[in-house]
């Protein structure tokens, strides 16, 4: 397996512009959590997927952000607009659910390489 | 507010010594915990992982656990200069949200 595909690996933007971010998880993980990384607030958790379903958003900063998951192997993160204060880097990351997976594997999650977000 | 948290560091340990590492989490109903390893510019990568009370051995890594206590550690025997990098504490809840601390960085002294 190729692991967590992320793109795009690096994205420069201007204030107000919308930014999306793409994330293809492993085959057969049914959990994907998207995570936002900054010096001062470390790896946030902006929201979390089981079976293509949101199951928590309460991470996500504002209604600038939003998120998807139309299929088992393709989730979009979205800002619209995007501020300076969004520059971070976004991991995507994926896992077996742990009813799946028993109690050796559960909640073992799985990080794409990540996408590093600047707004100018 | 469900929390996980650690010193942030710098831990200095001497190449070679035992480099201690540790956690506190806030919601008692959470059922898996897991150390990642973090190297500048990469993505985090699990080290180990741990559902039980007590302790869990892969080579020169010990996690322990202490749900009474809501504590979880990390030895690292023999450190090796490639162990200097960030740890990151993770904790999953019962309803699979996993949150992370936000790390220690560690460096091991040549």
């Known amino acids: 397996d190729a692991g967590v595909i992320q793109s795009p690996r690096h994205e420069v933007t201007e204030m107000g512009q919308e930014v999306t971010l793409r994330c293809k998880p492993i085959?057969?993980?049914?959990?994907l959590f998207w995570y936002r990384q900054t010096m001062m607030r470390g790896l946030e958790l902006l929201i979390y997927f089981n079976n293509n379903v949101p199951i928590d958003d309460s991470g996500m900063p504002e209604d600038r952000f939003s998120a998807k998951m139309p299929n088992a192997s393709f989730s979009t993160l979205k800002i619209q607009p995007s501020e300076p204060r969004d520059s971070a880097v976004y991991f995507c990351?994926?896992?077996?659910?742990?009813?799946?997976?028993?109690?050796?594997?559960?909640?073992?999650?799985?990080f794409g390489a990540g996408s590093r977000l600047t707004v100018l | 507010q469900k929390e996980v948290e650690q010193n942030s560091g710098p831990l200095s340990v001497p190449e070679g010594a035992i480099a201690s590492l540790n956690c506190t989490y806030s919601?008692?109903?959470?059922?898996?915990f897991f150390w990642y390893r973090q190297y500048s510019g990469k993505s985090p990568e699990l080290i180990m992982s741990i559902y039980s009370n007590g302790d869990k051995e892969d080579g020169r890594f010990t996690a322990q656990l202490n749900k009474a206590s809501q504590y979880v550690s990390l030895l690292i025997r023999d450190s090796q200069p490639s162990d200097s990098a960030t740890y990151l504490c993770?904790?999953?809840?019962?309803?699979?949200?996993?949150?992370f601390g936000k790390g220690t960085r560690l460096h091991i002294l040549p």
């Open positions: 990351a994926s896992s077996p659910l742990r009813l799946a997976s028993g109690i050796s594997g559960a909640n073992v999650l799985t």
């Open positions: 919601d008692r109903g959470s059922q898996s």
């Open positions: 993770a904790v999953a809840s019962r309803d699979d949200k996993i949150i």
């Open positions: 085959s057969g993980h049914n959990s």
